[in-house]
């Protein structure tokens, strides 16, 4: 095995997934990923904590692209505005290219609770980050934490039809459909 090979961490998520859908979660483990891969295991822990951070190790970089879209937004705009700037940015990391790895991401999480739980624990970090992102922007509560919930659901319903098979729309139109969806719904209910 060689010790600085192209694209380690490619090639290590690549691995795992393959390996994580092949014999399940549990019984995969990190001597076989790296088998796989054709790295080492010293490798994959300068890349990854351990198995279950390959599936959720783009989480920091979301975190940033969201609470920069919303930091950055115009002064004029409101704290929906702000979100959907935030989906916006979000589009950054979900191009076409990684669509089916995100598909295969989302079946191993389906298939685990443990995973399921962490993916839940990853959704309300990155609401605490929207509501931090509109509280420095002057948004006080309960508006912070109303507009952060909805980009969230916003969020993860775009994320849902991104990785349906039958979908083929770009992650950011998904996004703006889903807000307005959401914007529309409750302007309805008030």
């Known amino acids: ?8 961490r490619e090639r ?19 001597a076989e990923i790296t088998e796989r891969a ?34 950055g937004a115009p002064a004029s705009a409101t704290a929906i505005d ?3 700037a935030a989906l916006e940015a979000a589009s950054a990391v979900f ?12 079946a191993i999480i389906a298939g685990n609770t443990e995973l399921q739980e962490r993916e839940m624990l990853k959704r309300a970090s990155l609401a605490a980050a929207m509501v931090g992102a509109l509280r420095e922007r002057g948004v006080t509560d309960p508006t912070a934490s109303l507009a ?8 993860r319903t775009a ?10 729309q770009e992650f950011a139109e998904l996004a703006r459909q889903a807000l307005h969806e959401l914007k529309t719904a409750t302007s309805e209910i008030a």
């Open 148 to 155: 952060a919930e909805l980009g969230g659901l916003a969020f």
């Open 12 to 30: 290590l998520e690549q691995a795992a997934l393959e390996l994580l859908l092949e014999r399940g979660y549990e019984r995969a483990t990190v």
């Open 38 to 71: 054709g790295l080492t295991k010293r490798t994959f822990f300068r890349h990854f904590a351990d198995k279950r951070e390959v599936l959720f190790s783009g989480q920091e970089a979301l975190y940033k692209l969201f609470v920069g879209a919303i930091v």
């Open 159 to 168: 994320y849902a039809r991104w990785v349906d098979p039958a979908n083929h």
């Open 1 to 8: 095995m060689g010790r600085w090979k192209a694209n380690a």
């Open 82 to 84: 702000a979100i959907g």
């Open 95 to 106: 191009p076409p290219e990684r669509r089916e790895l995100a598909r295969q991401r989302q």
